[in-house]
C-alpha cells in the first residue's frame, strides 16, 4: 500500500479505472493564507486495510474502506534548522525534530453528516459565505477566507467517516459494515491512528473535535486510541454535546427528555419575540429552575398529580413556551421537539427549525402536527453543498464523479448493538479519561436555540457523572446566542475560535 508522504507533501497515484484494487488517491497543493501562512493541503480517500484470519488463517491485510479525508499541514511548523558547526555528514546522521505543532481531527456527527460543517463553516481556511438567519446569501452563494481560522494555531485533518463526502466501502465490501456505534468508532480511530503514523506525529499535542453525534464518536474514539494503541489526545472539543442518547429519546417511559428540552422551547419562543422585552438569560434560567423543580416532579407523579397541581403546571409551562394550555393539556405535559417545532408559531403558518429554532418557514402542510421537515437545514444545505463540491475540486485539486453526501440517509439503520438495550451513553468512557490523562482538558459548546441537542440535556449528563473537583476544573463551557451550527453567526464563530486556540494553545511544554 502506498504510504502518505511525511507532513502531507508528495503525491499518490489514483486507482486505475475499471480496477477493483483500492489504493490512496491523495492530491497535494500548497498555499497561502492572508496572514502569510504557509501551508499544505493533502485531500483524498485513504485505504483502511484490516488483518484477516478465517477458520484460523490468515488472508492477508485486506482494504476494507477509502475514507475522505482533507489535511491541513502548516509548511513551516518544524523545529528550526541545527546550527552546531558539525560537517554534513554528522548532520545527516542527527534525527530529525519532531513536529510539535498541534494536530486537530475534526468531524460532524449525523449519524450520517460529512465534516463540511466543521470544515467550511468553523475550522477550516475557507469558509462558505452563507449569511446567517434573516440575510441568507442566495444561490450560487460563495467562498471567503477565514482569517480566524484553527489552521493558524494547529494543523487540521477533517474526516468523513465511511458512506459521507466521499468515502465509501470498497468494491466487493458489506455496504453497511460501518452504520454502527462500535465499527464506526474503530474505523475512525484506526484513520487517526494510521494518519499520525505516516505523518510521524506520534510527539504532537492532538485533538479531537466533533459536533453532535460527532461529540459520542470522539469521547468513544479518544478512549479507543489509548486503550488499544496507547495514544493520548491532550484535548477535547465537543460542539452542540450528546453523550447520552437517552436524554434526547421521546419513547414512552422516558419523561427525562420532556424537561430537558424545556428552556430551549422557552429560548426559541423568546427568539421569535414572544417573551416581550424579557432578558434571555432571565426566560432560560426560569425554564431551567422549573424543569428540573415542579415540572420534573410532576412528570414522575404522572396520573398521581392532583387536578390543582395538574392545571397550576399547565398555566406555567405556558406561560415559559408560549405554547397553548389546550395544546399541553392534549399532550398531558409531553411533546416532542418536533410537535414543538410545528406549533410554535402555527397561527403564522409557519414551522420553526430544529437544528435552528431561529429559522422559521411553512411546513409541508399547515395542518402538520409532526414532521421531520426542517426549515433551518433547507436554509443551510444549499450554500454548505455548493462550497465544497467547488472547494474541493477547484481549490485543493481532488476530482471524484461520486457525490459529495453532505448529510445522508444511506447509514440508516444504525446500529447500536454494543449496548445490548442499554442506554447509548460514552460518559465512562469520558471519566476514564480524566482519570487516565490527568492533563486532558475538555472545551464545551452549546446553542441556546439548538432543538436537536438542547444545553440543558448536556448539562444534566455532566451533573450525573462521577467527576473530582479537578476534573469538572479541567471543563471549559460557552454558550451562545444561536444553534446547533452556532458558527453559522459571525460573532459566536470568533467566540468558539478564540476557545478553540486556548484549547489547543493549554498543553504544558514536552519534558526535556
Known amino acids: 500500500m ?12 489514483a486507482s486505475s479505472p475499471g480496477t477493483t484494487e483500492a489504493t490512496d488517491d491523495f492530491t497535494v497543493r500548497r498555499h497561502t493564507a492572508p496572514s502569510g501562512l504557509r501551508y499544505t493541503t493533502t485531500t483524498g480517500r485513504l485505504v483502511l486495510r484490516r488483518e484477516e484470519i478465517r477458520d484460523g488463517r490468515a488472508h492477508g491485510f485486506l482494504p476494507k474502506a477509502e475514507i475522505f479525508l482533507v489535511a491541513y499541514t502548516a509548511d513551516d511548523a518544524g523545529a528550526p534548522a541545527r546550527a552546531d558547526g558539525r560537517s554534513r555528514a554528522q548532520k545527516k546522521a542527527v534525527p530529525p525534530e519532531p513536529n510539535r505543532r498541534p494536530v486537530v481531527f475534526a468531524f460532524n456527527g449525523g449519524p450520517g453528516s460529512a465534516s463540511v460543517w466543521l470544515h467550511m463553516g468553523l475550522l477550516g481556511p475557507r469558509l462558505v459565505d452563507s449569511g446567517d438567519v434573516g440575510a441568507m446569501v442566495p444561490a450560487p452563494y460563495g467562498i471567503v477566507d477565514n482569517p480566524e481560522s484553527l489552521l493558524e494555531h494547529a494543523d487540521l485533518v477533517m474526516i468523513d467517516p465511511v458512506n459521507t463526502g466521499f468515502s465509501r466501502v470498497v468494491h466487493g465490501g458489506p455496504a453497511d459494515e460501518f452504520h454502527a456505534f462500535i465499527e464506526d468508532r474503530d474505523l475512525v480511530a484506526e484513520v487517526i491512528r494510521l494518519w499520525v503514523t505516516r505523518n510521524n506525529r506520534w510527539l504532537s499535542p492532538k485533538y479531537l473535535v466533533g459536533e453532535s453525534y460527532g461529540t459520542l464518536r470522539a469521547v468513544a474514539v479518544a478512549r479507543r486510541l489509548f486503550e488499544s494503541h496507547g495514544l493520548a489526545v491532550n484535548g477535547l472539543g465537543l460542539i452542540s454535546p450528546v453523550l447520552n442518547l437517552s436524554t434526547l429519546d421521546f419513547r414512552p417511559g422516558n419523561d427525562t427528555p420532556y424537561a430537558l428540552h424545556l428552556p430551549t422551547y422557552a429560548a426559541i419562543a423568546h427568539y421569535h419575540g414572544r417573551h416581550g422585552n424579557r432578558r434571555l438569560e432571565d426566560v432560560v434560567r426560569d425554564a431551567e429552575d422549573y424543569a428540573s423543580g415542579d415540572f420534573v416532579v410532576a412528570l414522575h407523579l404522572g396520573n398521581r398529580l392532583s387536578k390543582r397541581k395538574y392545571d397550576a403546571v399547565v398555566k406555567h409551562l405556558a406561560e415559559l413556551t408560549t405554547l397553548s394550555e389546550a395544546f399541553i393539556r392534549r399532550t398531558n405535559l409531553r411533546w416532542e421537539y418536533m410537535e414543538f417545532a410545528t406549533e410554535l408559531l402555527r397561527e403564522k403558518g409557519l414551522m420553526v427549525g430544529r437544528i435552528d429554532g431561529r429559522f422559521a418557514g411553512q411546513p409541508p402542510r399547515l395542518q402538520e402536527s409532526h414532521t421531520w421537515d426542517d426549515p433551518s437545514l433547507r436554509a443551510i444545505a444549499g ?33 447500536y448493538r454494543t449496548f445490548e438495550g442499554a442506554p447509548v451513553d460514552v460518559t465512562q468512557d469520558l471519566e476514564r479519561l480524566l482519570v487516565d490523562l490527568p492533563e486532558l482538558r475538555v472545551h464545551v459548546d452549546y446553542g441556546y436555540h439548538d432543538g436537536a441537542t438542547p444545553h440543558y440535556a448536556a448539562e444534566y449528563v455532566w451533573a450525573h457523572m462521577n467527576l473530582t473537583a479537578q476534573s469538572q476544573a479541567r471543563f471549559t463551557h460557552q454558550y ?8 453559522l453567526k459571525p460573532q459566536c464563530r470568533s467566540a468558539q475560535l478564540e476557545a478553540l486556540t486556548a484549547l489547543v494553545g493549554a498543553t504544558p511544554p514536552a519534558a526535556g
Not at 454548505?384 to 485543493?396: G, M, T, W
Not at 451562545?480 to 458558527?487: D, L, Q, R, S, T
Open 2 to 13: 502506498p504510504a502518505t508522504p511525511p507532513n502531507g507533501t508528495g503525491s499518490l497515484p
Open 383 to 415: 450554500p454548505y453543498s455548493a462550497a465544497i463540491n467547488h472547494y474541493v475540486r477547484a481549490e485543493l485539486g481532488y476530482a471524484s464523479d461520486l457525490p459529495y453526501e453532505v448529510l445522508t440517509g444511506r447509514v440508516q439503520p444504525w446500529s
Open 480 to 487: 451562545h446566542e444561536a444553534g446547533h451550527m452556532m458558527y
